[in-house]
């Protein structure tokens, strides 16, 4: 009977072990709007689930515990392709939510400031800019400021948004905007800013 009992053990074991190796769970799509443009944008901030959340905030091509900061070196650690815009394997947005999504390019930010009426909204009482496309469809992008370790987030009056595009001095490109401003700039890869992503 114990010999029984100690060969079906180790049988049971690799059974209970094949259900947990083939048992794939799916990642949750993310909301997306078609404003009208070259790709659609998320209806919200990465780390958040509703459109006036700030959700999280992210340093930039951030590769174990190293931000790149020079171009050749990101040329020569392969975190940048020749256009000098992040490789899906460092971009956060293709890693963390898959399915096409990805950081937009400066390029896709200027189509969203030149082809897009950018108006002062609140929503649920956080104050942001309401973006309409040529379409009439809309997104909402809250102030959300800079993160910060000890603070959460700063400059709440304005919102800062990573672009993948790099920048001069070792900088990367973003969207500063406020009330009355738009515009993009190059911010040290250091700082922890918003993502909003983008698909095709």
Known sequence: MKSKILILLPLLLLSSCAQR???V???PEH???DLGLSVKWAKYNMGANKPEERGQYFQ???KGTNVMQEKLDLYNDMIVNYKYELNEKNDIASILWDNGWRIPTAAEFKE???MCTWEWAEVNGVAGQEITGPNGNKIFLPFAGIGDVQWGAIYTDQGFYWSSSTAENGESECLQFDLSVKKMQG???TERLS???VKP
Request: glycine share 4%.
């Open 21 to 23: 190796i083939t048992k």
């Open 25 to 27: 769970e799916a990642l």
């Open 31 to 33: 909301e997306c709007v």
């Open 60 to 62: 930039w091509g951030l």
């Open 112 to 114: 969203l400031q030149d």
């Open 187 to 189: 911010k040290e890869r």
């Open 195 to 197: 993502i909003r992503a």
